[in-house]
């Protein structure tokens, strides 16, 4: 059962967009960060994206937390975040028509999968009506596990961070070496898809070079239309209070969706709020990159320290 001392310390920290709140999850070893979005009020829409590790291992260049690694959260401090966060709302959860929990704010959920799918039975059994969205990047490890649970609960979505149409850029962006190629996301995204009868999501960060009409074609030839929905992100400055939303950006997103709809795709764009003040967007973690600074002996470098990161300097995306 969970207890009321899980955590130190919980801070909240508002948007000036008004519809979506930061917090901060804080103990002697670990911080972790989860955003809370209401579309446009908690009743009609709520929607949580809660961490499952404190940094994480995989490294992606464009995320807050791909340098450094410190622990995975327990189960409990899984549910406890997303309990005490829902709780914020002021809102009787049976009273939400549309409640989302998604496990992709800090941390790889599939190395870390014993405490995340036990958290998600619980959330499961606590909030029966809420959408649980798993996603990843697709480690190379068992999903036989995730599958089990999958077909238990009708709940449970799957969705995978691919973010490029080739593996050879997907390595340059996400380093971490014992990953699924993009072929092997897409059969075990089918068995998925054959288990549960539910589409699998795949999740793609949109910029000036992987949003040709190339990408699209590589994308539909790997990934079967009528079996995978796409989710397009509108890529996010890692960094707090670096202007990260702009037309240019917009555009690079809704223009790819829409040849990814005519190529036969059901989609839908992720533009998430938050993202100039409080870093409400994916990988937007900057209270975790000073808590890490202040706690260099906890942390270990992930396989991305070092190396390249995906910068948004002004409206365009570069490699620095």
Not at 217 to 232: C, D, H, K, Q, Y
């Amino acid at each position: 059962m969970l207890t009321n001392d899980i955590w130190t310390e919980i801070r909240r920290f508002d948007s000036c967009e008004g519809n979506v709140s930061k917090f901060t999850f804080s103990k002697d070893n670990a911080l972790v960060e989860t955003v809370l979005y209401r579309y446009p009020n908690y009743e009609t829409r709520t929607v949580i994206c809660c961490s499952v590790m404190c940094g994480c291992p995989i490294g992606c260049r464009f995320c807050g937390s791909g340098d450094y690694f410190v622990r995975s959260l327990t189960a409990d401090e899984i549910v406890s975040e997303v309990l005490k966060t829902l709780q914020t709302t002021n809102v009787d959860p049976k009273d939400i028509k549309k409640l989302q929990v998604m496990f992709m704010s800090m941390g790889e959920p599939m190395l870390n999968m014993k405490n995340v799918l036990e958290a998600i039975e619980e959330l499961h059994w606590l909030l029966p009506n809420a959408d649980l969205l798993l996603s990843t990047v697709g480690p190379d490890v068992d999903y036989i596990p995730l599958f089990d649970l999958s077909k238990k609960i009708d709940k449970l979505g799957l969705q995978f961070s691919i973010h490029e149409s080739t593996d050879a850029a997907r390595n340059e962006l996400i380093p971490f070496v014992k990953k699924l190629t993009l072929e092997q996301i897409a059969e075990v995204g089918n068995h998925w898809f054959e288990e549960t009868g539910r589409h699998p999501f795949f999740n793609y960060c949109a910029h000036d070079n992987n949003t040709s009409v190339e990408d699209v074609g590589r994308l539909a030839s790997v990934f079967a239309p009528e079996i995978w929905n796409a989710t397009v992100s509108v890529i996010c400055e890692r960094n707090e209070g670096m202007p990260t939303r702009n037309d240019h950006q917009r555009s690079l997103a809704v223009n790819f969706s829409s040849a990814l709809l005519q190529a036969g795709f059901n989609v839908r764009v992720f533009d998430p709020a938050g993202q100039d003040d409080i870093g409400g967007g994916c990988g937007q973690l900057p209270h975790y990159q000073q808590w890490v600074k202040d706690h260099a002996s906890l942390a270990r470098p992930s396989i991305g320290n070092g190396k390249k990161i995906v910068h948004v300097p002004g409206s365009l995306v570069n490699i620095e």
